[in-house]
Structures are given as C-alpha cells and as structure tokens.
C-alpha cells in the first residue's frame, strides 16, 4: 500500500510508493559512465585558460594562476549571475525586475582529474570545505547579496558539464524561493514548540535509529522521513547552528569524515551514481538564529520528475528511507 508522508520542515508531502518498490540494487544499471577524455581547463598547466583565481590553497613558494595549487577558487567562465553593476530594482506595470547581480564561482577541488569527492583523502575534503568557509566569509561583505548558495554536480546526469571535480557557488540578490519555504517552515516550528525543527529531528532520528547510516561526534548523517528521491541522504552538526560560515575547524574535520564516508558508501552501494548535493545555510542578512540549522542536502540521480511531480508539487519515492539507510548503512 502506498503511504504519504509529510515533511516535518516545508510541510511537503512526499509518496512512497510501495506498489512500485524499488530495492538498492535495481538502480545499478541505470546510468552509464562515459569519460569524454579531452581537454581540461581544469587541471595543471591550464591555469591560464581560466578566469584568474579568486584564492587558491597552495604552496607559498608558488604564484597565483601556476601549477602547485591543491584547491582553486576562480569565477565561472558563464556566469548565471555577474558581480559588477547596481540591482535597479523596478517595476513595469505588475511585473517586478532587477539587474542580474551576484556572483558565480568554481571551487576546483583537486589537481586531480579522475577522482571523486568519495575517493579523496579526509584532508583534502576538509580544505575543500575550508575553503568554501574562505569564500562565503568574503562574499558575505557585500551588501548586494542576501543569500549563498553552495553545490556540487557530480556526474552529467547531475548537471555537470566538466567531469574534473569541482562545486559550485552563486551568490543570489534574493533568498531563493525553496530556501525561503523550508526556513519559514522551520520558523513556524519554533514559534509553535519553541524549538529547532532540525533538532527535534535529530533527537528523533538518533532515538529511532532505522533512518540513520553514519555519525561521528559533531554530525549525523540519515535518510530523512519524507525523502524526495530514493537514497536521498542529509547531513547535520548535531549541535544548533544556523550558519555554516561558523564551522570551527576541528567541525570541519569532522565533516570531511561524514561527508567522504557517505558518498563513499552511495558510490559503493549504487555503482556511482550522479548526485547533486547541496548546502543550506541561514540567509546572510538573517540576525536570530534559532531555528535555522545549517545541512547537505545529497541527492543521487536515480528517477527522473515528470509530469505528476510538477504538476502536483508531489515527489514519488519508490524506495522506502528505512530501506535504504540499512543498505547505505551495511555498505563497508
């Protein structure tokens, strides 16, 4: 029987489709990997047929824009959104507009062309993630902005046009409309209970205990209750905290280890899949804290939305969350 579960944060409802279940294992097959060879302005020796870089970790001894480098941050050749101009906000008639402002950035993650963010050292993931703290510290600055967006395309299927690894982060002059839903969900939450929504979720989830597949001692990893997509997995520091730009970096060592270890078990279990996973963070002009919980957001590729999804709002899920956290969880 299908079951409909609603979502504790966006109050979205989420079908579980149990007349058409679907195990772990009968999603292996239905992607291929295809390496498309070739040129890569991406890896050593192309430096100079890139943007020049924004920052870069990197030996002392070696100059911007040169081999050495072990991350490198640099602006997106296309950008969706550009960093020069005012916003002119206006009107014509009902209609509101404004100027494409913000910024569009490339975090190339690793010299290191074949590799996948499950395949890294917990070292070279923690800078990558230091290095997203770096870049948000600074783009908070600009007053234009209201909102970071931080993601990673992994795979074509996912959006990613360049296999070498790499994220993405885009600077938006509005909060995006699904960050505003699951915070002004999150915040009704508070103001009925008077407690983080996220909180409470994790107190249920580490209670409960079929949903969840790794921890460590600052994060926890678990399918949430209502999950979109088949194997969908989040990622939260087990203690409140609404912005991700204040991780410590003993927390990031810790959320190398989370973050590595749960990719590194959906490239196993699934056969690598594509997946798009995303961080949420609080607004950048957003001063009371108490009930937004900064996460990742990991989504593997595995179905596709159609027709009843986007008409309906509704998302089928044919992969029970118990299911697939045991199996993730099983996974060496």
Same mark, same amino acid.
Request: hydrophobic share 35%.
């Given at each position: 029987?299908?079951?409909?579960?609603?979502?504790?944060?966006?109050?979205?409802?989420?079908?579980?489709?149990?007349?058409?279940?679907?195990?772990?294992?009968?999603?292996?097959?239905?992607?291929?990997?295809?390496?498309?060879?070739?040129?890569?302005?991406?890896?050593?020796?192309?430096?100079?047929?890139?943007?020049?870089?924004?920052?870069?970790?990197?030996?002392?001894?070696?100059?911007?824009?040169?081999?050495?480098?072990?991350?490198?941050?640099?602006?997106?050749?296309?950008?969706?959104?550009?960093?020069?101009?005012?916003?002119?906000?206006?009107?014509?008639?009902?209609?509101?507009?404004?100027?494409?402002v913000g910024a569009h950035e490339i975090i190339i993650? %690793?010299? =290191? /062309?074949?590799? #996948?963010?499950?395949?890294?050292?917990?070292?070279?993931?923690?800078? *990558?993630?230091?290095? @997203?703290?770096?870049?948000?510290?600074?783009?908070?600055?600009?007053?234009?902005?209201?909102?970071?967006?931080?993601?990673?395309?992994?795979?074509?299927?996912?959006?990613? %046009?360049? =296999? /070498?690894?790499? #994220?993405?982060?885009?600077?938006?002059?509005?909060?995006?409309?699904? *960050?505003?839903?699951? @915070?002004?969900?999150?915040?009704?939450?508070?103001?009925?209970?008077?407690?983080?929504?996220?909180?409470?979720?994790?107190?249920?989830?580490?209670?409960?205990?079929?949903?969840?597949?790794?921890?460590?001692? #600052?994060?926890?990893?678990?399918?949430?209750?209502?999950?979109?997509?088949?194997?969908?997995?989040?990622?939260?520091?087990?203690?409140?905290?609404?912005?991700?730009?204040?991780?410590?970096?003993?927390?990031?060592?810790?959320?190398?280890?989370?973050?590595?270890?749960?990719?590194?078990?959906?490239?196993?279990?699934?056969?690598?899949?594509?997946?798009?996973?995303?961080?949420?963070t609080a607004p950048l002009r957003e001063k009371d804290?108490?009930?937004?919980?900064?996460?990742?957001?990991?989504?593997?590729?595995?179905?596709?939305?159609?027709?009843?999804?986007?008409?309906?709002?509704?998302?089928?899920?044919?992969?029970?969350?118990?299911?697939?956290?045991?199996?993730?969880?099983?996974?060496?």
């Amino acid at each position: 029987m299908p079951e409909l579960r609603k979502d504790p944060v966006s109050n979205r409802w989420v079908i579980i489709s149990t007349d058409r279940s679907k195990r772990p294992t009968d999603f292996i097959d239905t992607f291929k990997h295809e390496k498309k060879g070739g040129f890569c302005p991406f890896c050593y020796g192309s430096e100079d047929k890139t943007p020049g870089e924004i920052i870069a970790i990197r030996p002392a001894h070696t100059g911007p824009n040169t081999p050495g480098w072990q991350v490198r941050v640099v602006p997106n050749k296309f950008p969706v959104l550009r960093v020069e101009g005012d916003l002119n906000r206006r009107g014509d008639g009902m209609y509101d507009m404004m100027e494409g402002v913000g910024a569009h950035e490339i975090i190339i993650e %690793t010299p =290191e /062309h074949h590799k #996948s963010m499950a395949d890294f050292s917990f070292e070279q993931v923690q800078k *990558v993630i230091w290095t @997203y703290k770096m870049r948000s510290q600074d783009l908070k600055n600009d007053s234009r902005f209201e909102y970071l967006l931080i993601f990673r395309n992994y795979g074509e299927a996912a959006g990613a %046009t360049l =296999e /070498h690894p790499h #994220s993405q982060l885009i600077a938006t002059p509005i909060i995006p409309k699904r *960050v505003l839903e699951e @915070y002004t969900g999150a915040e009704q939450h508070y103001k009925y209970k008077e407690r983080c929504v996220f909180c409470d979720m994790i107190k249920q989830e580490m209670k409960d205990g079929t949903r969840v597949i790794l921890e460590n001692k #600052s994060f926890i990893a678990f399918a949430p209750f209502a999950p979109r997509f088949p194997f969908e997995t989040w990622i939260l520091p087990k203690i409140h905290n609404s912005d991700f730009m204040t991780i410590s970096e003993e927390q990031s060592y810790d959320m190398a280890k989370i973050l590595k270890d749960t990719l590194l078990k959906i490239k196993i279990a699934l056969n690598d899949p594509p997946y798009n996973y995303i961080i949420h963070t609080a607004p950048l002009r957003e001063k009371d804290g108490h009930f937004s919980h900064w996460h990742i957001e990991i989504i593997p590729k595995l179905t596709k939305v159609a027709g009843f999804e986007w008409g309906s709002g509704f998302y089928i899920n044919p992969t029970p969350p118990e299911e697939a956290a045991k199996y993730l969880k099983e996974v060496e």
